[in-house]
């Protein structure tokens, strides 16, 4: 049995004293690759590093997360596509739309969301959204726009069934992590409406820390936490969501 943790930010201070146990306890637990979404220019340095340092265990995705669309996100995206030039990257992320921290900016990052977007297009990218409490406009502009073959994945999707009904109709996937685990969560119902082929598994780490360990940092080794919690949900056995969640994630990101 292996996993993937398709999200997870191990490149940020939280980890930089212990980063070498935090992969052996994933190594440990079967993770196989872990994905590194970048969120800014200033995180794009640590993110080659751990993606070096790890011999590739961790790889490296490029773009700039919506909570970093600023004044000057101009200059970030030039920044930040001209990375693209110098080597590969498995996909554009996390990039999106973001209106629980800063509505303000909401013009500016639709702009920033539809330029990478038609980056991931012509490079023939998957993109990785980050969605938190946009879903729905989200969804309108891919709907809108019009990119043919384009992939990607709902990160720590925590939506409703017309959502799921509409990521199904893009042929998108939708990214499960730890908040499906919270008591409170509510998701059980909507995780039995995403067919596991459209399933991946994610940390999100430092972030959204599963079940029991809530409240404390978060690390890809309990990626099982989640796959349980999928299994217990779904009905199939974890060895099926894991070999069928891993799938996905080779097959999307083409690892
Ligand atoms: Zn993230």
């Not at 980063?19 to 196989?32: F, G, M, N, T």
């Not at 720590?156 to 109709?169: E, H, M, Y």
């Not at 959204?208 to 309990?222: A, V």
Request: charge should be negative; charged fraction near 25%; hydrophobic fraction near 40%.
């Amino acid at each position: 049995m292996e996993f993937i943790d398709s999200h997870a930010h191990l490149y940020l201070d939280n980890f930089t004293e212990d980063i070498d146990e935090v992969l052996q306890r994933a190594r440990d637990k079967s993770i196989a690759r872990i994905l590194l979404p970048n969120i800014d220019c200033s995180t794009i340095e640590a993110v080659h590093k751990l993606e070096k340092e790890s011999n590739e265990y961790c790889l490296a995705m490029m773009g700039l997360h919506p909570c970093s669309v600023k004044a000057n996100f101009a200059e970030e995206l030039a920044t930040i596509n001209a990375q693209f030039e110098k080597r590969d990257y498995i996909a554009v992320g996390e990039i999106g739309l973001d209106y629980y921290w800063d509505k303000s900016t909401t013009d500016w990052q639709k702009e920033a969301f539809h330029e990478q977007v038609r980056w991931a297009h012509d490079r023939d990218l998957p993109i990785v959204i980050h969605s938190r409490d946009s879903i729905d406009d989200i969804l309108d502009l891919l709907e809108t726009w019009s990119y043919p073959g384009l992939e990607g994945v709902f990160h720590c999707f925590t939506g409703d069934k017309t959502q799921v009904a509409r990521i199904l109709d893009l042929g998108f996937m939708m990214g499960l992590g730890g908040v499906i685990t919270f008591k409170n969560s509510n998701l059980d119902n909507i995780i039995h409406q995403i067919p596991i082929e459209h399933v991946i598994l994610e940390t999100d780490a430092p972030y959204l820390t599963p079940h029991p360990h809530r409240g404390k940092r978060n690390e890809s080794s309990y990626i099982p936490l989640i796959a349980k919690k999928v299994a217990a949900t779904t009905g199939l056995t974890l060895d099926e969501v894991a070999r069928q969640t891993t799938a996905n994630a080779r097959r999307l990101f083409r690892i």
